[in-house]
């Protein structure tokens, strides 16, 4: 937990500047007003139902009516609704809100926030940060070395960006009742609507086998029953079910137009030859291919085509897998184990990936089994001009994970209700205050990397740069975290050497957020970045660890 206590709501015009801050940021067209359109948009960007029905009932909870064709709530009235009034007391953030909050930006029900996450959520919302950036959001935060923000450290931060917190929610854990679930869920109360419109039919209904099974791919919520008014949309051509594209998402630039992925094509040394490779070895059919160019061939991939391009091949010349690749699914992964093996086709197997959310340790290389169901089966295979393809059984582990409802997840809890609006714009207004706050410290960072560039580099000078204050002994808990983390490609952690890191959690006093800052420092000093690829099983099931990446920076 943090060291600062709980801190009192921001002096009421600064608190009015922020607000009026995140209506300008839902006021889209700049018009003065937030209309139909605007809440449309921002309820989808935060994963929220946004049809008229649910607008409506938003609105009439804060005693406004709504039309669809005349909405206009003002800067008065929006500071009202979220207590933001001139003469009107900030109402506290109880442990409910606060977990609607938290559970918005966790968008795996994961439990934790992690920077990867934290990427998504500012992209939906329409903020968009650097790696970097985004690093250091999480960094400000970070007490216990992990690279996540649990529930109890959201609550810091909270506090930390100004909202008054309702302390006593969070002792008297009774509060969050009001969550379990006492009528049918909206969005079941909305469907049983359109099925009496019979604008919904159940795949169980078809007789015809092939016919059920073509459609199938429109049953999105995977309960059986699909849409007819996509399937409709579909056969003219205007949607496509393999799109992936949430209808509770907004859609951005050509969405509304490219509907799949025609084609992929790669450059070859020698079509003939790695036309053989693609037949006989990976299995793809040659399809027939307009006359042009001398050589060249195209293959069907199912959904997708490979075309073929005679050229000079651009491959990864590294001993990692962290390499761009064309992925294929396959069925019974271990079927394919045996037949790369009784093809004498060389491969190695990916360890990074998890199986879901999490694969129950931070440090993936850990991992000794091959075939672990902890992550997700890839095999990598190289073309005859080293282009990867990774056999994998992706579809089965990830398809419902990566594009399923967040209410199907594991850890999900039921009962939880859409978020009221006065919460969806204490979310939004959050995270401009998270980044409000980044942005002020870009000074004292920019004025940190340059004493730091006058040091010689080293532990004990970077430390005293920044007046740490030396532990005795060592935090083994907090140094067990940040090694396992030195595991996870791309963790500002890579950049030290294990000898290296219980020396400066020493230094930094056994403070996470104190440890990582000389960590970034000497990162700065340096000049370069360093990026650890995640360890890789080769085929007989030996495990070894690629080269380091050395990346220089470009400040």
Not at 157 to 169: E, H, K, Q, T, Y
Not at 210 to 223: E, V
Not at 520 to 526: A, N
């Amino acid at each position: 937990m943090m060291n600062t206590s709980f801190k009192p709501s921001r002096p009421r015009l600064q608190r009015q500047s922020s607000w009026k801050s995140t209506f300008s940021m839902l006021d889209a067209n700049k018009s003065g007003f937030i209309d139909a359109s605007d809440l449309k948009a921002s309820l989808k960007s935060l994963g929220q139902p946004s049809s008229d029905e649910h607008i409506s009932k938003l609105l009439e909870a804060e005693g406004l009516v709504y039309d669809e064709n005349n909405c206009s709530i003002d800067c008065d009235t929006f500071l009202r609704i979220n207590g933001s009034s001139e003469n009107e007391e900030e109402k506290p953030l109880n442990k409910a809100t606060l977990l609607d909050v938290f559970r918005t930006i966790d968008l795996d029900a994961s439990e934790y926030i992690t920077a990867a996450k934290l990427h998504h959520f500012l992209s939906n919302i329409g903020m968009f940060l650097s790696d970097d950036e985004i690093s250091q959001l999480l960094r400000m935060y970070d007490t216990n070395g992990s690279g996540r923000i649990t529930f109890d450290s959201f609550i810091e931060i909270v506090a930390d960006l100004g909202f008054p917190i309702d302390r006593d929610s969070l002792i008297d854990t009774s509060n969050v009742e009001v969550l379990v679930e006492t009528e049918p869920k909206e969005e079941e109360k909305v469907e049983t609507l359109i099925v009496e419109d019979e604008k919904i039919i159940s795949l169980s209904s078809i007789v015809d086998e092939n016919l059920r099974l073509a459609l199938a791919p429109f049953d999105k919520k995977g309960n059986g029953s699909i849409d007819l008014r996509e399937v409709k949309e579909a056969a003219k051509g205007k949607i496509h079910p393999k799109l992936h594209w949430s209808e509770n998402r907004p859609r951005g630039g050509l969405s509304d137009y490219i509907h799949s992925v025609d084609h992929i094509a790669i450059l070859v040394s020698d079509v003939a030859k790695s036309a053989q490779f693609y037949r006989n070895i990976i299995g793809l059919e040659q399809v027939r291919r307009p006359n042009f160019d001398s050589h060249g061939a195209w293959f069907t991939m199912g959904n997708i085509e490979l075309h073929l391009i005679k050229g000079n091949p651009v491959v990864h010349q590294g001993d990692d897998l962290v390499v761009g690749h064309i992925s294929l699914n396959a069925v019974n992964i271990g079927c394919v184990l045996e037949k790369l093996r009784l093809m004498n086709v060389p491969f190695r197997k990916n360890t990074s990936v998890p199986a879901g959310k999490d694969a129950g340790s931070m440090n993936t290389n850990k991992n000794n089994d091959m075939m672990s169901n902890k992550i997700v089966t890839q095999f990598f295979i190289r073309d005859p001009d080293g282009y990867y393809l990774e056999v994998c059984n992706c579809d089965e582990i990830l398809e419902e994970y990566c594009l399923g409802g967040k209410e199907d997840l594991a850890g999900y809890e039921e009962g939880i209700q859409p978020l009221s609006l006065a919460t969806a714009s204490t979310t939004l207004n959050l995270m401009q205050r998270w980044v409000e706050k980044l942005h002020a410290e870009k000074n004292e960072w920019s004025e940190l990397f340059k004493k730091a560039k006058e040091t010689d580099g080293s532990i004990k000078e970077i430390s005293a740069l920044i007046n740490c204050t030396r532990a005795e002994k060592v935090d083994e808990t907090l140094l067990a975290t940040m090694m396992d983390r030195r595991s996870i490609y791309g963790d500002v952690c890579q950049n030290e050497e294990e000898v290296d890191m219980e020396e400066i959690i020493l230094a930094s006093g056994n403070d996470a957020r104190v440890a990582e800052v000389i960590i970034k420092l000497r990162e700065k000093f340096r000049g370069y970045t360093i990026f650890r690829p995640p360890a890789v099983f080769n085929a007989d099931g030996t495990k070894y660890m690629p080269s380091v990446i050395i990346r220089q920076n470009k400040d």
